[in-house]
Each structure stands twice: as C-alpha cells, then as structure tokens.
C-alpha cells in the first residue's frame, strides 16, 4: 500500500495562475479532506468529501474547489492563485469507521 | 476563541526528562481526543487516541483527558531526541469520518541530548 500520495512535493506560483494539487489513496477510505498548514495556525479544514460525488466546505474553502469522481481521487483546484494562498498544503483519508486519519507528505507551495 | 487552543513553544528539555504538553478546548460535545506528531516536513501520524474522560498508557506516551475543565495532556516519560517533533492535540464529536476533526496548533518540541 502507498497509502496517501500527493503531487507534486513543491510548487512555485505567480499570482493569478491556476493549478491542482493532486491527492490518491489506495486504502478504499470513503473520507478524503484537506488541509492547509500555517505557522502559528495549525491544521485548517479546507475542504473535505464523504464518498465519491459528496463533497463539502470546510473552515477556510474560500479560493479553492474540489471534486470527488472516484473514491481514490480528491483533487485541490486553486482557481486564481494569490500570495494568502502560500502554506503547506496536506490530503487525509479516514475509514467511515475509525479512529485513524492518515495524511500525505505534503504539498509545499509558494505564490509570488 | 479558537476551538482547541495549544501552547506553540517551543519546549526544549534534556534527554531522560518528563514532558508535559497541554491543550484547552472549548467544545463540551468533543468526546474524542487525539494527539498527533509531526516530524520536520512530514505529514501528521496518529500517536494516541482517547475517548471521553481518562488516561490511557501506550508505552512512554500518556494521554490524559479531563473533560469537566476542558483539559487534554501528553505526558512523555524518558524523552529521547527522537521525540523531537511538533505535537498537535485534536478532537472531534464522533467516532466516525461524518464528524469534522479540529486541531490545535501544535508544540513545537525539542530533546536535547
């Protein structure tokens, strides 16, 4: 099992571009979420999916979309980049029933 | 008011002490209690898990939550350097991924050898 994986490790950015963080899980875990890292502000829920096709916000989603066409796939779109966006952005997967979330590597990015 | 509130740091203790790291939340319909460790550009990795109020014992690491203050601990017996890492506290409403886990800051901590 590779359990999460995210693509890619870093990521520099220009204002107003767009891109997609990507994530995969090979666990068959129907919770998939993500989160961004800041100093000082720990682990914000961005957003996060339930099943393939569910999908909801979570504390801070402004800027961001997400879709969920399979169980292994939950892709972070960012639409229009900008510098507020600069952080260490992390995917998770949860099994419906259980204590554990299990986190990816992380995706660093910078917005200049 | 944040939800879970956390002591950034950092700690830095020598090798062979008791650590101690704490977390406050506000939430009295939290029932589930997590401590997370991060090493340096990880991602987090569960380290204990709690439910409602009590100890529980998984080797060196302690976790204690005391849900009438609103208090959650890690107690770190014969910390090694290997413990440094940054720790994040967490908690949640229910046992299954239908409820939202809210995280601390985390501790960023430190054993000097």
């Known amino acids: 099992n590779a359990g999460v994986t995210q693509t890619p490790k870093f990521q520099v950015l220009k204002t107003g571009q767009s891109m997609t963080l990507q994530c995969a899980q090979d666990?068959?875990?129907?919770?998939m979420s993500w989160y961004r890292q800041d100093p000082g502000m720990g682990l914000r829920l961005i957003h996060y999916?339930?099943?393939?096709?569910?999908?909801d916000q979570g504390e801070v989603p402004n800027g961001y979309n997400v879709s969920r066409s399979t169980t292994e796939d939950f892709p972070l779109r960012l639409l229009s980049a900008a510098p507020s966006q600069t952080s260490v952005y992390f995917c998770?997967?949860?099994?419906?029933?259980?204590?554990?979330?299990?986190f990816g590597p992380g995706t660093r990015l910078l917005v200049l | 008011q944040k939800e879970v509130e956390q002591d950034p740091g950092p700690l830095s203790v020598p090798e062979g002490a008791i650590v101690s790291l704490n977390c406050t939340y506000s939430?009295?319909?939290?029932?589930?209690f997590m401590w997370y460790r991060q090493y340096s550009r990880k991602g987090p990795e569960l380290l204990m898990y709690?439910?409602?109020?009590g100890n529980k014992e998984d080797g060196r690491f302690t976790a204690q939550v005391d849900k009438s203050s609103k208090y959650i601990s890690l107690f770190i017996r014969d910390s090694q350097p290997s413990d440094s890492a940054t720790y994040l506290c967490?908690?949640?409403?229910?046992?299954?991924?239908?409820?939202?886990?809210?995280f601390g800051s985390g501790t960023r901590l430190s054993i000097r050898p």
């Open positions: 998770a997967s949860r099994p419906t029933w259980g204590e554990t979330q299990y």
């Open positions: 666990m068959n875990h129907e919770y």
């Open positions: 999916s339930v099943g393939a096709g569910i999908t």
């Open positions: 939430n009295s319909a939290f029932q589930y």
């Open positions: 709690t439910y409602s109020s």
């Open positions: 967490a908690t949640s409403e229910k046992y299954s991924s239908a409820s939202k886990i809210i």
